[in-house]
Protein backbone atom coordinates (compact mmCIF):
# COMPACT_ATOMS: atom_id res chain seq x y z
CA UNK A 1 0.00 0.00 0.00
CA UNK A 2 1.35 3.34 -0.96
CA UNK A 3 1.95 5.40 2.39
CA UNK A 4 1.31 9.41 2.49
CA UNK A 5 2.29 11.91 4.74
CA UNK A 6 0.00 15.51 4.34
CA UNK A 7 1.31 18.59 6.31
CA UNK A 8 -0.67 21.95 7.24
CA UNK A 9 0.47 25.00 8.47
CA UNK A 10 -2.65 26.81 9.72
CA UNK A 11 -3.35 29.32 12.41
CA UNK A 12 -7.43 29.40 12.21
CA UNK A 13 -7.70 25.79 10.93
CA UNK A 14 -9.03 26.31 7.29
CA UNK A 15 -5.86 24.85 6.01
CA UNK A 16 -6.17 21.96 8.31
CA UNK A 17 -9.59 21.53 7.02
CA UNK A 18 -8.16 21.08 3.73
CA UNK A 19 -5.23 19.00 4.45
CA UNK A 20 -7.73 16.79 6.41
CA UNK A 21 -10.05 16.39 3.12
CA UNK A 22 -7.20 15.60 1.19
CA UNK A 23 -6.13 12.75 3.40
CA UNK A 24 -9.99 11.60 3.56
CA UNK A 25 -9.78 11.28 -0.47
CA UNK A 26 -6.46 9.64 -0.57
CA UNK A 27 -7.80 6.96 2.03
CA UNK A 28 -10.85 6.29 0.42
CA UNK A 29 -8.86 5.95 -3.02
CA UNK A 30 -6.62 3.22 -1.17
CA UNK A 31 -3.18 5.00 0.00
CA UNK A 32 -2.11 4.59 4.15
CA UNK A 33 -2.28 8.33 5.08
CA UNK A 34 -0.87 10.49 7.81
CA UNK A 35 -2.22 13.92 8.35
CA UNK A 36 -0.07 16.25 10.54
CA UNK A 37 0.61 19.33 11.97
CA UNK A 38 3.62 21.21 10.75
CA UNK A 39 4.72 22.23 13.96
CA UNK A 40 5.04 18.85 14.91
CA UNK A 41 7.76 18.49 12.17
CA UNK A 42 6.56 14.81 10.96
CA UNK A 43 10.00 13.37 8.85
CA UNK A 44 8.61 13.00 4.91
CA UNK A 45 11.46 9.89 4.44
CA UNK A 46 9.54 6.34 3.57
CA UNK A 47 6.50 7.88 2.42
CA UNK A 48 5.73 7.82 -1.32
CA UNK A 49 4.21 10.82 -1.44
CA UNK A 50 4.15 14.08 0.81
CA UNK A 51 1.19 17.05 0.20
CA UNK A 52 2.69 20.20 2.15
CA UNK A 53 0.23 23.07 2.65
CA UNK A 54 -0.14 26.58 4.29
CA UNK A 55 -2.90 28.96 4.98
CA UNK A 56 -1.38 32.54 3.54
CA UNK A 57 -1.19 36.09 5.65
CA UNK A 58 0.08 38.92 3.67
CA UNK A 59 1.66 37.26 0.91
CA UNK A 60 3.71 34.72 3.27
CA UNK A 61 2.99 30.73 4.06
CA UNK A 62 1.85 30.56 7.87
CA UNK A 63 5.79 29.95 9.36
CA UNK A 64 5.38 26.81 10.78
CA UNK A 65 5.05 25.91 6.99
CA UNK A 66 7.63 27.43 5.81
CA UNK A 67 9.86 26.11 8.48
CA UNK A 68 8.62 22.78 7.67
CA UNK A 69 10.16 23.10 3.83
CA UNK A 70 13.31 24.59 5.74
CA UNK A 71 14.32 21.77 7.77
CA UNK A 72 13.12 18.87 5.23
CA UNK A 73 13.92 20.69 1.66
CA UNK A 74 16.97 18.08 1.15
CA UNK A 75 14.73 15.12 2.29
CA UNK A 76 11.80 16.24 0.16
CA UNK A 77 14.00 16.32 -3.39
CA UNK A 78 13.73 13.45 -5.10
CA UNK A 79 10.29 12.52 -3.69
CA UNK A 80 7.42 12.86 -4.87
CA UNK A 81 5.49 16.62 -2.90
CA UNK A 82 3.12 18.61 -4.26
CA UNK A 83 2.43 21.80 -2.43
CA UNK A 84 -1.08 23.69 -1.51
CA UNK A 85 -1.58 27.46 -0.43
CA UNK A 86 -5.11 28.28 1.12
CA UNK A 87 -5.47 31.82 1.09
CA UNK A 88 -7.52 33.98 -1.83
CA UNK A 89 -10.73 35.26 -0.45
CA UNK A 90 -13.26 36.25 -3.21
CA UNK A 91 -12.99 39.62 -3.68
CA UNK A 92 -10.36 40.30 -1.64
CA UNK A 93 -7.53 43.27 -2.14
CA UNK A 94 -5.02 40.72 -3.31
CA UNK A 95 -7.91 38.72 -5.59
CA UNK A 96 -8.71 41.96 -6.99
CA UNK A 97 -4.79 42.55 -8.39
CA UNK A 98 -4.79 39.82 -11.18
CA UNK A 99 -7.91 37.17 -10.97
CA UNK A 100 -6.14 35.05 -13.55
CA UNK A 101 -3.03 34.27 -11.83
CA UNK A 102 -3.53 32.20 -8.08
CA UNK A 103 -0.01 32.71 -6.94
CA UNK A 104 -0.45 36.36 -7.59
CA UNK A 105 -3.73 36.65 -5.51
CA UNK A 106 -2.74 34.52 -2.92
CA UNK A 107 1.42 35.61 -2.77
CA UNK A 108 1.26 38.79 -4.40
CA UNK A 109 4.10 39.44 -7.32
CA UNK A 110 6.85 37.61 -8.41
CA UNK A 111 9.16 40.72 -8.20
CA UNK A 112 9.42 43.95 -6.70
CA UNK A 113 7.49 45.31 -2.87
CA UNK A 114 5.46 42.73 -1.29
CA UNK A 115 6.89 40.00 -3.01
CA UNK A 116 9.33 38.36 -0.30
CA UNK A 117 6.67 35.66 0.96
CA UNK A 118 5.92 34.32 -2.84
CA UNK A 119 9.92 34.74 -3.63
CA UNK A 120 10.28 32.84 -0.42
CA UNK A 121 8.58 29.38 -0.99
CA UNK A 122 9.69 29.71 -4.98
CA UNK A 123 13.24 29.50 -3.49
CA UNK A 124 12.84 26.34 -1.43
CA UNK A 125 10.63 24.58 -3.78
CA UNK A 126 13.99 24.69 -6.02
CA UNK A 127 15.30 22.71 -4.11
CA UNK A 128 13.03 19.56 -4.44
CA UNK A 129 10.69 20.59 -7.13
CA UNK A 130 7.11 19.72 -6.26
CA UNK A 131 5.39 18.35 -9.01
CA UNK A 132 2.39 20.97 -8.38
CA UNK A 133 1.77 23.83 -6.23
CA UNK A 134 -1.99 24.68 -6.02
CA UNK A 135 -3.73 27.43 -4.71
CA UNK A 136 -7.00 26.90 -2.90
CA UNK A 137 -9.57 29.23 -1.62
CA UNK A 138 -9.80 30.07 1.88
CA UNK A 139 -12.07 30.57 4.58
CA UNK A 140 -11.91 33.52 7.19
CA UNK A 141 -14.47 33.73 10.51
CA UNK A 142 -13.73 37.06 11.74
CA UNK A 143 -15.10 36.24 15.28
CA UNK A 144 -12.50 33.96 15.48
CA UNK A 145 -9.93 35.99 17.79
CA UNK A 146 -6.31 37.18 15.73
CA UNK A 147 -3.26 35.09 16.75
CA UNK A 148 -0.65 37.52 15.65
CA UNK A 149 0.08 41.32 16.40
CA UNK A 150 -0.18 41.83 12.77
CA UNK A 151 -3.37 40.15 12.08
CA UNK A 152 -4.66 41.91 14.79
CA UNK A 153 -3.52 45.32 13.11
CA UNK A 154 -5.00 44.42 9.68
CA UNK A 155 -8.30 43.55 11.16
CA UNK A 156 -8.40 47.03 12.97
CA UNK A 157 -8.04 48.51 9.70
CA UNK A 158 -11.02 50.73 8.69
CA UNK A 159 -11.37 49.23 5.06
CA UNK A 160 -10.55 45.57 6.68
CA UNK A 161 -14.49 44.44 5.64
CA UNK A 162 -13.55 45.05 2.11
CA UNK A 163 -9.78 43.48 1.94
CA UNK A 164 -10.92 40.49 3.99
CA UNK A 165 -14.79 39.24 2.61
CA UNK A 166 -15.73 36.50 5.58
CA UNK A 167 -16.75 33.37 4.77
CA UNK A 168 -15.96 29.74 3.93
CA UNK A 169 -14.51 29.91 0.11
CA UNK A 170 -13.17 26.92 0.08
CA UNK A 171 -13.90 24.61 -2.73
CA UNK A 172 -14.29 21.08 -1.63
CA UNK A 173 -15.22 19.51 -4.95
CA UNK A 174 -11.61 21.30 -6.38
CA UNK A 175 -10.15 19.73 -3.64
CA UNK A 176 -11.04 16.34 -3.68
CA UNK A 177 -10.07 16.32 -7.25
CA UNK A 178 -6.86 17.44 -6.81
CA UNK A 179 -6.65 15.06 -4.33
CA UNK A 180 -7.47 11.71 -6.42
CA UNK A 181 -5.28 13.33 -8.95
CA UNK A 182 -2.69 12.57 -6.62
CA UNK A 183 -3.77 9.08 -6.06
CA UNK A 184 -3.83 8.54 -9.77
CA UNK A 185 -0.01 9.40 -9.50
CA UNK A 186 0.97 7.69 -7.22
CA UNK A 187 -0.75 4.47 -7.41
CA UNK A 188 1.29 0.95 -7.69
CA UNK A 189 1.11 -0.26 -11.17
CA UNK A 190 -1.95 -3.13 -11.67
CA UNK A 191 -0.37 -6.08 -13.06
CA UNK A 192 -2.15 -7.76 -16.04
CA UNK A 193 -2.81 -11.51 -16.01
C1 LIG B 1 -5.09 39.31 8.33
C2 LIG B 1 -5.27 38.38 7.16
C3 LIG B 1 -4.41 38.47 6.07
C4 LIG B 1 -4.56 37.63 4.97
N1 LIG B 1 -3.69 37.73 3.90
C5 LIG B 1 -3.85 36.91 2.83
C6 LIG B 1 -2.96 36.99 1.72
O1 LIG B 1 -2.02 37.77 1.68
N2 LIG B 1 -3.17 36.15 0.68
C7 LIG B 1 -4.19 35.25 0.67
O2 LIG B 1 -4.33 34.52 -0.30
N3 LIG B 1 -5.03 35.13 1.72
C8 LIG B 1 -4.89 35.94 2.80
N4 LIG B 1 -5.73 35.84 3.86
C9 LIG B 1 -6.77 34.80 3.83
C10 LIG B 1 -6.30 33.55 4.57
O3 LIG B 1 -5.21 32.99 3.94
C11 LIG B 1 -7.42 32.55 4.63
O4 LIG B 1 -8.32 33.05 5.58
C12 LIG B 1 -6.93 31.14 4.95
O5 LIG B 1 -8.02 30.25 4.78
C13 LIG B 1 -6.40 31.05 6.37
O6 LIG B 1 -6.00 29.74 6.63
P1 LIG B 1 -5.96 29.14 8.10
O7 LIG B 1 -7.39 29.16 8.62
O8 LIG B 1 -5.47 27.75 7.93
O9 LIG B 1 -5.06 29.97 8.94
C14 LIG B 1 -5.59 36.66 4.97
C15 LIG B 1 -6.44 36.55 6.08
C16 LIG B 1 -6.30 37.39 7.17
C17 LIG B 1 -7.24 37.26 8.34
Not at 30 to 51: E, I, L, N, Q, R
Not at 60 to 68: A, F, I, L, P, Q
Not at 80 to 95: I, R
Request: aromatic share 8%.
Amino acid sequence: MRRALVVHASRHGGTAGIAEKIGAVLRADGVDVTVAPAASMPDPSGFDACVIGAGVYMGSWVKEGVEYLERYAPRLAGRPVWLFSSGPLPGSSKEATDADDPYQNALGPADGPGSGGRKKIEALSALFRPREHHVFRGAYDPKDPPKAISERLVRLMPASKDILPPGDFRDWDAIAGWAHQIAAEIAEPVSVG
